[in-house]
T-cell receptor, first 115, second 113 residues
Framework: AQKVTQAQTEISVVEKEDVTLDCVYE???????LFWYKQPPSGELVFLIR??????QNEISGRYSWNFQKSTSSFNFTITASQVVDSAVYFC????????????FGKGTSLLVTP | EPEVTQTPSHQVTQMGQEVILRCVPI?????FYWYRQILGQKVEFLVS????????KSEIFDDQFSVERPDGSNFTLKIRSTKLEDSAMYFC???????????FGSGTRLTVV
């Protein structure tokens, strides 16, 4: 069985604060893929990052960074110097090769960045 | 940048009616998916399609649902007899590989009244 848990339902920060969104996953597979998607108020799903289970290097893309730790089954997402445009729902998701490559999403974290 | 296109963006239908949601995936992609998101909830997998057949489906995807790739470019989701609980945003996605980062369409909001 596989499961993705995003324990933070809603987070509210003031612009320019850093914020970390938590994601904890469960899977029995050794080969799996983790993703983050952003869903802005307009409703579309925007791909942010894909990470495979063999690559534990952290990644930074502009103000975004991801911390993948297999030892704690976590794939956390940090936004540095948040902006109002970062307000959205963020979903963590998991694929393993036994699931027909179906994305298993967490429940999402709603981030509100206020001026 | 290539896009996945979904039409219509919003559809209102009466309970019991059949609806067809349409998607044009990215042209060189081989894997196609439908997901749904009930308002305020998480995104749920419905079905995956590869090599002209269903490769995986969830328990949500019962006999009321079907998918088709009628002409090599479109990918459709049909709901035969809609129920109130089918009201949701339906997302189509396509991918070049099974494990890659899919591209999602902008969704069709289905409202069953």
């Amino acid at each position: 069985a596989q499961k993705v848990t995003q324990a933070q339902t809603e987070i509210s920060v003031v612009e320019k604060e850093d914020v970390t969104l938590d994601c904890v996953y469960e899977t029995r597979d050794t080969t799996y893929y983790l993703f983050w998607y952003k869903q802005p108020p307009s409703g579309e799903l925007v791909f942010l990052i894909r990470r495979n289970s063999f690559d534990e290097q952290n990644e930074i893309s502009g103000r975004y960074s991801w911390n993948f730790q297999k030892s704690t089954s976590s794939f956390n997402f940090t936004i540095t110097a948040s902006q109002v445009v970062d307000s959205a729902v963020y979903f963590c998701a998991l694929i393993n090769s036994n699931s027909g490559y179906a994305l298993n999403f967490g429940k999402g974290t709603s981030l509100l960045v206020t001026p | 940048e290539p896009e996945v296109t979904q039409t219509p963006s919003h559809q209102v239908t009466q309970m019991g009616q059949e609806v067809i949601l349409r998607c044009v995936p990215i042209s060189n992609h081989l894997y196609f998916y439908w997901y749904r998101q009930i308002l305020g909830q998480k995104v749920e997998f419905l079905v995956s399609f590869y090599n002209n057949e269903i490769s995986e489906k969830s328990e949500i995807f019962d006999d009321q649902f079907s998918v088709e790739r009628p002409d090599g470019s479109n990918f459709t989701l049909k709901i035969r007899s809609t129920k109130l609980e089918d009201s949701a945003m339906y997302f189509c996605a396509s991918g070049g590989t099974g494990s890659g980062g899919y591209t999602f369409g902008s969704g069709t909001r289905l409202t069953v009244v």
